[in-house]
């Protein structure tokens, strides 16, 4: 490798790195806040937050590629312009072809790492994310009593606090609700004060109670073979025992969650996708048989005469009921059963037309979001050497531009093709292909040491349009 290819690549190693870091983060982060109300409160330790986190890292890598790539492209060749090293390397003979081609073989392998990375990583780690934050979101909050409220959150028990100590564990006034039971407040425990603590390995939460009184009202139904109506018993000390198993932090089987297209990769899109058409088209062909029924004197296929009438003219000849107000409604309800018929089945084979797209935009987005790796490239790069600038200022902001310009066009061809407006290929690929030529415009502006973004070079044309109006 020549040493200008190990000075390149020395340059654009550092912005890359550090670009997809904080993009990374930034997307993280984004993604994350969503799930925030979902994951506090619920005592999951760090190994879970730090798994997830991980899971759903992974699932943001293919997205933060194409945005590290355009910004430290743009930083690379901005930076080298501005301390006048592209002009020197250009002055020695070398194209800036050539100049660019180190980063453009490293962002080719990088474009096809993340293709495999995105058909047999992601879905995997999708099916781990989306299993743990369902778990997650089963789990019941960490167990907190609060002076002077019910707490509802052991089944069977609405436990009444007045006062928790600064220890964490002594109770003051403690009321206690018991519905294991059955009925209404069968049975209330009073207590003066009380501790609480885990024991079991934290299978049970103990409630130690002092000086109070059980009361059992025995009028409930499953007392009625009593002849009490109601008991109090008095107690110095009491000891309840409350099952933690509510609170357990289950893991579901992941299994479950694989039918989900984010959960497949592209040999299992296609099979989901080809049974989807499939089942579409039998539903196309199933109607006209489906809704023959309704008519009473022409096949619904053919419109020709059913069997059993015969046509005399144009009019038919069968033993028919005389012309009424009942033929007429008849005929009125007929065509509404018709209709309704036909509204439901044309929504259910669109619904799977639609479901259909929504698997074949997942097969295309591991093709393009790919793609647009190289694409971001061919803008980033000739973009850095025509402006000129390198740091963390005018890059970040075109490249905040071009890939808001990017997502919005992905959004729109995604939805139409999701829609069936457009064919799900050409929506999906439509931004790809609408930024290409603006990359190879950038390119050649830039091989031929264009000014086209200086403010000199719109300084003169104003300047110049001027002077022809006069």
Request: no cysteine; net charge positive; proline share 3%.
């Given at each position: 490798?020549?040493?200008?290819?190990?000075?390149?690549?020395?340059?654009?190693?550092?912005?890359?790195?550090?670009?997809?870091?904080?993009?990374?983060?930034i997307l993280l982060?984004?993604?994350?806040?969503k799930y925030l109300?979902?994951?506090?409160?619920?005592?999951?330790?760090?190994?879970?937050?730090?798994?997830?986190?991980?899971?759903?890292?992974?699932?943001?890598?293919?997205?933060?590629?194409?945005?590290?790539?355009?910004?430290?492209?743009?930083?690379?060749?901005?930076?080298?312009?501005?301390?006048?090293?592209?002009?020197?390397?250009?002055?020695?003979?070398?194209?800036?072809?050539?100049?660019?081609?180190?980063?453009?073989?490293?962002?080719?392998?990088?474009?096809?790492?993340?293709?495999?990375?995105?058909?047999?990583?992601?879905?995997?780690?999708?099916?781990?994310?989306?299993?743990?934050?369902?778990?997650?979101?089963?789990?019941?909050?960490?167990?907190?009593?609060?002076?002077?409220?019910?707490?509802?959150?052991?089944?069977?028990?609405?436990?009444?606090?007045?006062?928790?100590?600064?220890?964490?564990?002594?109770?003051?006034?403690?009321?206690?609700?018991?519905?294991?039971?059955?009925?209404?407040?069968?049975t209330v425990i009073?207590?003066?004060?009380?501790?609480?603590?885990?024991?079991?390995?934290?299978?049970?939460?103990?409630?130690?109670?002092?000086?109070?009184?059980?009361?059992?009202?025995?009028?409930?139904?499953?007392?009625?073979?009593?002849?009490?109506?109601?008991?109090?018993?008095?107690?110095?000390?009491?000891?309840?025992?409350?099952?933690?198993?509510?609170?357990?932090?289950?893991?579901?089987?992941?299994?479950?969650?694989?039918?989900?297209?984010?959960?497949?990769?592209?040999?299992?899109?296609?099979?989901?996708?080809?049974?989807?058409?499939?089942?579409?088209?039998?539903?196309?062909?199933?109607?006209?048989?489906?809704?023959?029924?309704?008519?009473?004197?022409?096949?619904?296929?053919?419109?020709?005469?059913?069997?059993?009438?015969?046509?005399?003219?144009?009019?038919?000849?069968?033993?028919?009921?005389?012309?009424?107000?009942?033929?007429?409604?008849?005929?009125?309800?007929?065509?509404?059963?018709?209709?309704?018929?036909?509204?439901?089945?044309?929504?259910?084979?669109?619904?799977?037309?639609?479901?259909?797209?929504?698997?074949?935009?997942?097969?295309?987005?591991?093709?393009?979001?790919?793609?647009?790796?190289?694409?971001?490239?061919?803008?980033?790069?000739?973009?850095?050497?025509?402006?000129?600038?390198?740091?963390?200022?005018?890059?970040?902001?075109?490249?905040?531009?071009?890939?808001?310009?990017?997502?919005?066009?992905?959004?729109?061809?995604?939805?139409?093709?999701?829609?069936?407006?457009?064919?799900?290929?050409?929506?999906?690929?439509?931004?790809?292909?609408?930024?290409?030529?603006?990359?190879?415009?950038?390119?050649?502006?830039?091989?031929?040491?264009?000014?086209?973004?200086?403010?000199?070079?719109?300084?003169?044309?104003?300047?110049?349009?001027?002077?022809?109006?006069?």
């Amino acid at each position: 490798m020549k040493k200008l290819d190990k000075l390149i690549l020395r340059a654009f190693f550092g912005p890359f790195l550090l670009t997809f870091a904080v993009v990374e983060f930034i997307l993280l982060t984004q993604y994350m806040l969503k799930y925030l109300d979902e994951l506090v409160g619920k005592d999951l330790g760090a190994s879970v937050f730090g798994e997830l986190l991980f899971y759903f890292s992974v699932n943001m890598a293919p997205v933060a590629l194409p945005l590290a790539v355009l910004l430290s492209s743009l930083m690379t060749f901005g930076s080298l312009g501005e301390h006048h090293e592209l002009t020197a390397i250009k002055t020695s003979g070398i194209a800036l072809t050539r100049i660019l081609r180190p980063v453009l073989i490293v962002v080719g392998l990088i474009t096809v790492g993340a293709f495999f990375f995105n058909n047999n990583i992601v879905p995997k780690a999708n099916l781990k994310a989306y299993s743990l934050l369902w778990d997650i979101r089963q789990k019941k909050p960490a167990m907190n009593f609060k002076e002077g409220a019910f707490y509802n959150g052991i089944p069977g028990y609405s436990i009444k606090v007045n006062e928790k100590l600064n220890d964490g564990k002594t109770l003051r006034d403690v009321m206690i609700y018991d519905h294991t039971k059955g009925g209404t407040n069968t049975t209330v425990i009073l207590a003066d004060s009380g501790e609480m603590y885990m024991d079991y390995d934290d299978a049970y939460l103990v409630l130690e109670l002092f000086r109070g009184n059980t009361y059992v009202d025995q009028s409930n139904p499953s007392f009625r073979n009593s002849n009490e109506q109601f008991v109090r018993q008095q107690f110095d000390k009491s000891k309840l025992m409350l099952s933690m198993a509510s609170f357990n932090f289950d893991r579901t089987k992941e299994e479950y969650f694989s039918d989900n297209k984010m959960m497949k990769n592209i040999q299992e899109l296609n099979v989901v996708t080809d049974s989807l058409r499939r089942h579409s088209d039998r539903e196309k062909v199933l109607y006209a048989p489906n809704v023959d029924p309704f008519y009473n004197y022409f096949k619904a296929d053919t419109a020709k005469v059913k069997s059993g009438i015969k046509l005399v003219g144009k009019k038919l000849e069968r033993e028919l009921p005389e012309p009424s107000a009942d033929v007429l409604v008849l005929a009125t309800n007929k065509a509404r059963n018709i209709k309704s018929f036909t509204d439901s089945y044309e929504e259910r084979v669109r619904t799977t037309l639609r479901e259909a797209n929504n698997y074949e935009v997942e097969i295309w987005r591991k093709y393009t979001q790919s793609a647009s790796i190289i694409i971001m490239f061919l803008i980033g790069a000739p973009l850095g050497a025509i402006i000129k600038k390198g740091g963390l200022g005018v890059p970040v902001v075109i490249s905040i531009v071009f890939f808001i310009i990017m997502y919005v066009m992905t959004i729109l061809g995604e939805k139409w093709g999701r829609e069936g407006l457009v064919p799900v290929g050409t929506g999906m690929w439509a931004a790809n292909f609408i930024l290409l030529p603006v990359g190879l415009f950038f390119l050649y502006q830039a091989r031929s040491d264009s000014s086209l973004l200086e403010l000199d070079f719109w300084r003169k044309l104003m300047a110049r349009l001027r002077r022809n109006k006069l």
